[in-house]
């Protein structure tokens, strides 16, 4: 029927009806006539007009490529092109926001992850939608209202599946994460253990977030809940071992002990400063920051009194042998120091640096007598 145009006569005695509807205009030709010969939505609705003189009218529906012309002999004709144009534009604005409502759906569907923006975007034009039939006070509006909620259970469909999917990858990196992080702490690779963790905890976040918009979550907040306590109790052990360890070096009496907790300690804080710890568990980078400054003037004057006893007990043995031997481990220690002074405000490498050399020239004499030794029994 594109490009032609529909005159409806009836023929004989049948009769000719055209009908407007809150959803579409029909045409009935015959008494009693069991399907339309003209079926035309309000959306393709061009123009409805009235032409002809006061006894010889003609009513007119411009739809598209198609017209049809419609001869009224009662009613009121004035009336019905007044319905139509009133709710061709209705329909047609209704059609405008639900299409754009159903783009933003699939966006929504086809997207990785959900966005704020598209979720808005569907809500406003649903919103728009439903303005619509609120702006029309007459019943002429009903048909519009299913239409308006058959796009809302798809985008609440859509937006449904989306949150679920985007909250279970979390999930799935969060887990992941939390794992490395587990594996990390216990072979001692603390930095790695600390950024995996902040890892889990910024998802865990994300999730959260997602988790709240989400109507139907028992499921996934168990398993959120789940991932969330084990990331709680890994946070709060490895403070609590990093303490420890600062406790266990101020109580040791063995320099050897203590050196080694202190070392621990800074190895935790340091780990964890390097990963970016900020918040998690409440405690802020600042706090980490000072800590660390702390355990490493401790473990600074630690090694300071392991270095110098190693001397002394190179610079007190007859035996060139176990004399290198403790010069070599002050050597190791007073380089150790070095290291750590960079990383202290009030410590600096070149305060260590004439002790260092004197020590080294200790190693080499050391070093030397063993080998005129070696040449005097040759």
Not at 127 to 139: C, G, I, L, Y
Not at 255 to 280: C, H, I, L, M
Request: aromatic fraction near 6%.
């Amino acid at each position: 029927m594109d490009g032609r145009t529909i005159t409806s006569e009836p023929t004989g005695d049948q009769l000719a009806y055209l009908l407007a509807t809150d959803r579409r205009i029909l045409v009935f030709l015959g008494d009693q006539p069991s399907e339309p010969d003209v079926d035309i939505v309000y959306e393709i609705v061009v123009e409805c007009r009235l032409d002809g003189r006061l006894l010889s009218k003609t009513l007119t529906v411009e739809a598209g490529n198609e017209s049809v012309s419609f001869s009224p002999s009662d009613g009121d004709p004035g009336a019905v092109v007044e319905f139509v144009e009133r709710m061709a534009s209705h329909w047609q604005t209704l059609s405008m926001y639900l299409s754009n409502a159903r783009d933003a759906v699939e966006k929504i569907e086809s997207a990785a992850t959900v966005s704020s923006y598209d979720v808005t975007c569907a809500r406003k034009q649903i919103s728009e939608a439903r303005s619509v039939v609120d702006d029309v006070e007459d019943e002429s509006t009903g048909a519009m209202t299913p239409y308006i909620e058959t796009v809302e259970d798809e985008f609440e469909a859509a937006r449904t599946d989306s949150m679920g999917q985007t909250i279970r990858d979390g999930l799935d990196r969060a887990e992941e994460a939390l794992s490395v992080a587990t594996e990390a702490l216990e072979a001692d690779e603390y930095r790695t253990a600390c950024e995996s963790y902040v890892e889990t905890v910024d998802t865990l976040e994300q999730v959260s977030e997602t988790l709240d918009g989400l109507d139907d979550r028992e499921t996934l907040a168990d398993r959120f809940a789940v991932c969330e306590d084990r990331a709680r109790t890994l946070g709060d052990e490895f403070l609590a071992e990093a303490a420890a360890e600062c406790d266990r070096a101020q109580a040791a009496t063995n320099p050897e002990t203590a050196t080694e907790a202190w070392q621990s300690a800074f190895d935790r804080y340091r780990g964890a400063v390097a990963a970016g710890w900020n918040g998690q568990r409440g405690v802020t980078e600042a706090a980490l920051e000072f800590q660390l400054v702390w355990v490493t003037a401790a473990l600074i004057e630690q090694l300071d009194a392991l270095a110098a006893a190693e001397e002394d007990r190179g610079d007190d043995t007859a035996d060139d042998d176990a004399a290198e031997a403790h010069y070599d481990k002050a050597v190791d220690v007073l380089e150790r120091m070095c290291d750590l002074a960079e990383l202290h405000p009030s410590y600096s490498a070149d305060a260590f640096a004439g002790r260092l050399e004197r020590v080294r020239d200790k190693q080499l004499e050391a070093t030397g007598w063993q080998w005129g030794s070696t040449g005097s029994e040759q």
